[in-house]
């Protein structure tokens, strides 16, 4: 590996050290300019994880996140001749809901919940890269799913 590269909205504060081993490129998501910044950088390896979160509520603003700027993370992809791309989904793509089986795996169904628009956007999202993934063989497509783990002291949400 040559170099890491990273996207992300200017801050208003100081970098933070632990993170100066990645070159950091300043852009939103939300603009096409990331699309060209990405295209301009020909990564071998992409990895999305920017998302806006508001579990019970979905704001235009969320959505342009979520669901667009995936859209022009991947069309950078594309036009990069990136070689992979995982991009982040989450267990609750299954459904958060009474009577939903303990254990799932990468065959279960997902579901959208018109009540829950985070789970609705990760579905979504997944559907988007499956459809990206059918467009561009050539470029390896992971969606990983990973789970919220709570416990007597949790604070990630």
């Known amino acids: ?23 950091r490129l300043h852009g939103d998501i939300r603009d096409r300019e990331t699309t060209r910044i990405i295209a301009s950088e020909r990564p ?14 979905r704001t235009e603003e969320e959505q342009s996140v979520n669901l667009g700027g995936l859209e022009r993370v991947l069309a950078g992809a594309e036009q990069a001749g990136c070689r992979q791309i995982v991009v982040l989904s989450s267990t609750v793509a299954y459904g958060a809901y009474p009577g939903i089986a303990t254990f799932q795996d990468e065959e279960d169904p997902v579901c959208i919940q018109p009540s829950l628009p985070y789970a609705r956007d990760k579905v ?6 499956r459809d990206f993934a059918r467009r561009n063989p050539n470029i390896k497509t992971c969606v990983a799913r990973p789970a919220i783990v709570v ?3 949790w604070g990630n949400l």
Do not use: K
């Open 124 to 129: 979504l999202t997944e559907r988007i890269c």
């Open 151 to 153: 416990g007597p002291n």
């Open 1 to 23: 590996m040559e170099s890491v590269q990273q996207v992300d909205r200017p801050r208003r504060q100081a970098p933070d050290p632990e993170s100066a081993c990645a070159g």
């Open 44 to 57: 071998d390896v992409i990895v999305h994880m920017a998302y806006a979160v508001d579990f019970l509520r």
